[in-house]
Nanobody, 118 residues
Framework: QVQLVESGGGLVQAGGSLRLSCAAS????????MGWYRQAPGKQRELVAE???????NYADSLKGRFTISRDNAKNMVYLQMNSLKPEDTAVYYC????????????WGQGTQVTVSS
């Protein structure tokens, strides 16, 4: 089992920045991919970004250039730096972890709310 705890969400004005953090614990040795998804009210959960243990990243096309994912393997942490935030970025952001890109097993955090005001 892997436990994920997110932090760093909050209320920010449009154009501002936030940095989300996710702390992983438990059977971390089994995890290669960590990342972030988000879910806005009335919408499906969508990929924001993922990063492998080796540092390979994958971003949602619409978010490239504004969001940056990073990872500290020694601390079992993954981060999401969000810049130039827009009201449409408002959502609950979830940390995810899985053994591989196409793994059938995915662990989720409880989510952290990000609200961007116009």
């Amino acid at each position: 089992q892997v436990q994920l705890v997110e932090s760093g969400g909050g209320l920010v004005q449009a154009g501002g920045s936030l940095r989300l953090s996710c702390a992983a614990s438990g059977s971390i040795f089994s995890i290669n991919v960590m990342g972030w998804y988000r879910q806005a009210p009335g919408k499906q959960r969508e990929l924001v970004a993922e990063i492998t243990r080796g540092g390979t990243t994958n971003y949602a096309d619409s978010l490239k250039g504004r969001f940056t994912i990073s990872r500290d393997n020694a601390k079992n942490m993954v981060y999401l730096q969000m810049n130039s935030l827009k009201p449409e970025d408002t959502a609950v952001y979830y940390c995810e972890a899985k053994p591989g890109t196409y793994s059938s097993i995915t662990y989720w955090g409880q989510g952290t709310q990000v609200t961007v005001s116009s």
